[in-house]
Nanobody
Framework: QVQLVESGGGLVQAGGSLRLSCAASGRTFSSSAMGWFRQAPGKEREFVSAINWSGAGTRYVDSVKGRFTISRDNAKNTVYLRMNSLKPEDTAVYYC????????????????WGQGTQVTVSS
């Protein structure tokens, strides 16, 4: 059974930092794209960032460029999201995802989803 387990969320003041981790089990994703999406209260889920199988390719939504960094450790089957200079508008549940494709940024291409971790940024 494939599982993606996120950790690292929490409450932080504006301008602060958090690092989210997502540990995968049940299969290896070393040949797969992995990513992060988020959903704020009353809003649709949105793409945040993705990283290709090797880690050489990344993509970010415009609102987090320069503040968030995605990375992965294939030996640990884990993907990370470093979030700096957090803003209240970053408040959301953050979901880790994994695809069977080597690269994608579209939610419909992601086959596996974590349960989500809450990130709350206070002003």
């Amino acid at each position: 059974q494939v599982q993606l387990v996120e950790s690292g969320g929490g409450l932080v003041q504006a301008g602060g930092s958090l690092r989210l981790s997502c540990a995968a089990s049940g299969r290896t994703f070393s040949s797969s794209a992995m990513g992060w999406f988020r959903q704020a209260p009353g809003k649709e889920r949105e793409f945040v960032s993705a990283i290709n199988w090797s880690g050489a390719g990344t993509r970010y939504v415009d609102s987090v460029k320069g503040r968030f960094t995605i990375s992965r450790d294939n030996a640990k089957n884990t993907v990370y999201l470093r979030m700096n200079s957090l803003k209240p508008e970053d408040t959301a549940v953050y979901y880790c995802t994994a695809s069977t494709r080597a690269w994608t940024i579209y939610d419909y291409d992601y086959d596996y989803w974590g349960q989500g971790t809450q990130v709350t940024v206070s002003s």
